[in-house]
């Protein structure tokens, strides 16, 4: 499978099942259209009618008639050869594997602790209805916090480095136990030689010295929320009596970034109907000196009156084009920022991993409630439908765990001809059920902002590659 597109001047191709990335010129462009479809007589005399004006070698010579049809014959050969290399129309090897992997046996490697279901602003866009998740407000216990992680310890395997992020609500309203929890980590990594790697997701509302401190020593990351511009994020982000909290929150977080030296934290936001120039509050994170950011699309229901309209779709798009391009320009000046959904691993290609297992939600990664319940993600809690076991008991939902087990790129037939589906390998299986009731089905809106994010997150990268080249 091939994916073409221009963006920003390059003429870029993608061959997705390889995930190699080509740069090229305007009649390789056109003629890769074609390749596949046409015998090569046929296609050099499309191009070349394409082209019957002629075009420019690299010094400026015009090519035209019978040079112009040698030219596309040699450039047929190239694709000829680079297609036997497997750089160019490559077959998916993966995909005869994914019945045998999807029966493998698989342990518990991350855990997302709601530390709380409650909260001290009341944020409009909510899944979690300003903590509660469909339920009641509540402090997990040392005691529940504990079981979870001797849980996550008993089904980790022989897996080493494991990953609990403390979560709500507002994880801070009970930042004792999460101290404890902590100590008792730490405790634990010795006795069973594992390593827990710690994460915070906070509304900064409660951040202080102290919690600075604290995280700076035990948080691998910390995940800090807001919006963007002041009006954007005191719209939908305050407090209850309905204060904004800009103005609270964003000393301390520039103050958490330069502690952290600008390293192993996001700025993260939600953008909606209300805000779909998007990309003007990142370019205000980043002129507050942010250099980690994320900016998300609100998911919500259609009668929600942020949620997106169809109509929204090319401005969202063409934000995302916009952004791209401040991004290059800003690196260039020496400014850093790093957007987190143009993040990709090139060099690389797709992980083959993620290609079969997706997020690994309901299987490799599960939620705790504050009374101890499991469920597959944090989206999930609250719906008693998918409600998997307890810390106690372990996983007893095994018809629902298996069912996630099978959640992949390849069980979800919207996905089949998709040119991103190795870079999001089927998308939010939470989005799909709530818009469809299927995880194996896709929330369309979500798959046309992804499949821009990876053009634009290769176009960069194609940028910068040239910068460098040229200097």
């Known amino acids: 499978m091939i994916h073409q597109y221009k963006s920003n001047g390059f003429n870029i191709v993608l061959d997705v099942n390889s995930g190699m990335v080509h740069l090229v010129d305007e009649l390789t462009y056109a003629m890769i259209a074609d390749f596949e479809q046409l015998e090569k007589e046929d296609l050099i005399r499309k191009v070349a009618g394409q082209f019957a004006d002629g075009i420019q070698d690299e010094d400026g010579t015009g090519i035209q008639g019978e040079r112009l049809e040698s030219e596309i014959s040699g450039i047929y050969d190239t694709l000829l050869a680079m297609k036997a290399d497997g750089s160019l129309f490559s077959e998916d090897t993966y995909e005869p594997f994914i019945e045998q992997f999807t029966e493998r046996e698989t342990v518990v490697k991350a855990l ?6 409650d909260c001290n602003l009341a944020c409009r866009y909510c899944f979690a209805e300003e903590g509660e998740y469909h339920g009641r407000r509540a402090l997990m216990s040392y005691e529940v916090g504990r079981k979870a992680l001797d849980f996550l310890i008993r089904n980790s395997g022989a897996r080493k480095h494991l990953e609990v992020d403390f ?32 994460t915070l997701t906070t509304n900064g509302v409660l951040l202080n010295d102290e919690v600075m401190e604290f995280a700076n020593r035990e948080m691998s990351n910390v995940v800090l929320s807001i919006d963007g511009r002041k009006e ?4 939908m982000r305050p407090f209850r009596k309905g204060a904004g909290s800009y103005d609270l929150i964003v000393p ?16 993260r936001g939600t953008f909606t109907h209300f805000n779909k120039d998007f990309a003007e509050d990142v370019k205000h994170l980043s002129e507050l000196g942010f250099e980690q950011i994320s900016v998300e699309p609100v998911v919500a229901a259609p009668t929600e009156e942020y949620a997106f309209k169809d109509e929204d779709l090319p401005e969202l798009l063409a934000q995302y084009d916009e952004l791209a391009k401040y991004i290059i320009e800003r690196r260039k000046s020496g400014k ?12 690389g290609g797709p992980c083959v991993y993620k290609r079969l297992s997706g997020c690994g939600s309901g299987t490799e990664y599960l939620a705790v409630t504050p009374w101890g319940d499991l469920y597959p993600c944090h989206q999930f809690v609250g719906n008693e439908k998918f409600l998997m076991g307890n810390v106690e008991e372990g996983v007893t939902n095994i018809e629902l765990r298996e069912e996630f087990r099978k959640c992949n790129v390849y069980s979800k037939t919207k996905c089949k001809n998709c040119f991103a589906k190795f870079y999001c390998s089927g998308g939010c299986a939470a989005n799909a059920y709530n818009f469809h009731g299927d995880i194996h089905d896709v929330y369309e809106v979500g798959c046309e902002l992804q499949k821009k994010r990876v053009e634009c997150a290769i176009m960069i990268q194609a940028a910068e590659a040239q910068d460098s080249a040229e200097k």
């Open 232 to 235: 954007v994020n005191d719209r």
């Open 252 to 267: 301390k977080f520039q103050k958490l970034a330069e502690q952290r030296h600008q390293t192993d934290y996001y700025v």
């Open 167 to 198: 979560f709500g609500g507002e994880p801070l309203m009970n930042w004792e136990v999460v101290k404890q929890l902590v100590a008792y980590g730490r405790e634990q990594e010795k006795l069973h030689n594992k390593q827990f790697r710690f």
């Open 336 to 347: 850093w920022i790093n957007f987190f959904h143009f993040m990709i691993d090139l060099s």
């Open 112 to 117: 997302c602790l709601h530390i709380a279901h």
